[in-house]
């Protein structure tokens, strides 16, 4: 008799897992049951902002797989299915389908959680107002362009200026809406160094895009009709037809932790290198419903990124289907950008590595993305964190113009091997005058990184 193997989560972890399961063992040895509440499955959540903003032209651009064919390669996949329970000493779950409300239990022999992550939505009055969005899913992008699409106001206020907050800011720029971004950071990107950030702000301020830093809001008002009409903090109040939360967004555990399963700081889900639950033989969990090892600082992290739950869905469905691999850990890997600024992070920041207990020097240069006589050459700003006594590479931060963060991977290959900034320098990296000056902005970074170690003693 087929074991069953029951996903909850439609998307890159769990439509991962399920079909490299499907592919080590067929239908008459695993049966394969996925639940997904949504529409869509196997898309691009990092592409939405680019489709909201008209890069990407239609929405079935962004999907790799749809459910027919996953259904096709004998998954049961069921669509706007919802699960509402996981009862681990009874291997099985209870699910409610969305059109006909009807609940049932499905038993399991393995288990895959892969519930994602939801927007950060703060409990503020007026915040489920019509006209405020989240932005995590297909769906997500579909209310938010249906809402465009049927509003004549062209103000719009981002709430947050992280990844998706500044990406919201350049979709929604790109369709000629005046746009506002409020955040409580003393800069925009908080996952950038203050000094990093403010070259990002001055770019968006250049863009015509209002950054207001350093603002808690407090309320989302609405009109007489109870559409939001604009958003407030306690100095000020920002019109708006259209509002969208980049706040961030945290993992979606809430089944997991009503089941009892470990959670970690962040309330992710904790798993081994195999990415099995700690303590569940027979349940996996991958994506961004779970924590994974910082491997410069050592600690837990929750990094939602699409690049992570493809590998750990890869990971899982091996280990489901007999085989057996490992996610070693992440090193905090991320580009991003404004229109023509690009922007570039790997490892720790300074405050990242003060909580982590390391002492360590920093070292920022500028310099240009291909030889400075060469036509376009244009500025970059890397900056980079090593450790005081040692020289290993902590960090990597840069901002500029074309070509600029995809300098990041250099960094992140390095702080992955664990290589000192002395080792760095003497890189054989790629030279030609349309790439690079002679000596890379990564390694000129180095150099003087390299230098203040040196300063710093021991």
Known sequence: MAERLVVIGGDAAGMSAASQARRLKGPGELEIVA????????YSACGIPYWVGGDVPERDDLIARTPEEHRARGIDLRTRT??????????RVRARDLESGEEYWTSYDKLVIATGARPVRPQLPGIDAPGVHGVQTLDDGQALLDTLASTPGRRAVIVGAGYIGVEMAEALLHRDYEVT????????????DADMGRLVREAMDGLGITTVTGAEVTKILTGDDGRVRAVATEDAEYPADVVALGIGVEPQTELARKAGLPLGEYGGLLTDLAMRVRGHEDIWAGGDCVEVLDLVSGRERH????????????????????GYATFPGVVGTAVSKVCDLEIARTGLRERDAREAGLQFVTATIESTNSAGYYPGAALMTVKMLAERRTGRLLGVQI???????KRVDIAAVALTAGMTVEQLVTLDLGYAPPFSPVWDPVLVAARKAVSAVRAAGN
């Open 35 to 42: 639940f997904e509440r949504g529409h869509f499955t196997s």
């Open 181 to 192: 971004v409020v955040t409580r950071g003393e800069q925009p990107m908080s996952t950038l």
């Open 399 to 405: 901002v500029g113009r074309d070509g600029a963060a």
């Open 303 to 322: 990094i939602a990124l699409g690049t992570h739950a493809n590998k750990h869905g890869q990971i899982i469905g091996s280990g489901v289907g007999g």
């Open 82 to 91: 919802e699960v509402l329970e996981i009862d681990t000493s009874g291997r």
